[in-house]
């Protein structure tokens, strides 16, 4: 079991330069989660899906930041245009669902840096 | 809002020696406290629950609901304990969202 796969691991692009992260859970998880990682900082959840459903996308910045997740597997995030706020190590988790939410298996993480 | 405080970015005890994290928070309701840890170059992972009431890898962490804490103990701390710990907070009121602490980075020194 691979466990939660995301790509890239690391990005490096412009301020204004558009970035997307890709997320694949765990085989049968049917929820999933985006948490943006600040420096020094905890994961700060920006969307949980329930299968195809977005249940919690209140902490998302809708004017920059967009999510999908077709077919409730695979899941995109993508930041359009990014600014050096921005900068900061993406994770994404999925959990069996959205009663067992506290167990949650985290991937690697993509380090984002906007320069 | 739920919220939770860790107190202490840095940690540093002798092996051998006890260690103890401490965590606070805030929430109107019934809390579910847990904690996770993240080796180095390795995933975060779910370390305990307080439901559980179980030792983890020596670990205990007691829910004391008066003094709205959560610390996290081991008696003799290994070197392989080094590592970031995060606490967290879930609950029904909150739609079994986890909301985490800032960290507290555990060095064991040999």
């Known amino acids: 079991e691979a466990g939660v796969v995301q790509s890239p691991r690391y990005k490096i692009i412009e301020k204004k330069q558009p970035v997307a992260f890709w997320c694949n859970p765990i085989s049968g998880h049917n929820t999933l989660y985006w948490y943006r990682q600040n420096l020094g900082q905890g994961p700060e959840l920006l969307i949980r899906y329930e299968n195809e459903e977005a249940v919690d996308d209140s902490q998302l910045p809708k004017d920059r930041f967009s999510a999908e997740r077709l077919k409730g597997v695979d899941s995109t995030l993508k930041i359009q245009p990014a600014e050096l706020g921005d900068s900061a190590v993406y994770l994404c988790?999925?959990?069996?669902?959205?009663?067992?939410?506290?167990?949650?298996?985290f991937g690697p993480g993509t380090r984002l840096t906007v320069t | 809002a739920q919220r939770v405080t860790q107190p202490e970015k840095l940690l540093s005890v002798f092996k051998g020696a006890p260690v103890e994290l401490k965590c606070n928070y805030s929430?109107?309701?019934?809390?579910?406290l847990f904690w996770y840890v993240q080796y180095s170059r390795q995933r975060l992972q779910l370390l305990l629950r307080?439901?559980s009431r179980e030792s983890i890898k020596g670990f205990t962490a007691d829910l004391n609901k008066g003094e709205t804490s959560f610390h996290l103990k081991k008696p003799f701390a290994q070197e392989e304990d080094s590592a970031m710990y995060y606490c967290?907070?879930?609950?029904?009121?909150?739609?079994?969202?986890?909301?985490f602490g800032g960290g507290t980075r555990v060095l064991v020194k040999p």
């Open positions: 988790a999925s959990s069996l669902d959205l009663e067992r939410g506290h167990e949650q298996y």
């Open positions: 307080h439901i």
């Open positions: 929430y109107s309701g019934s809390p579910e």
């Open positions: 967290a907070l879930s609950g029904r009121a909150a739609g079994n969202k986890l909301t």
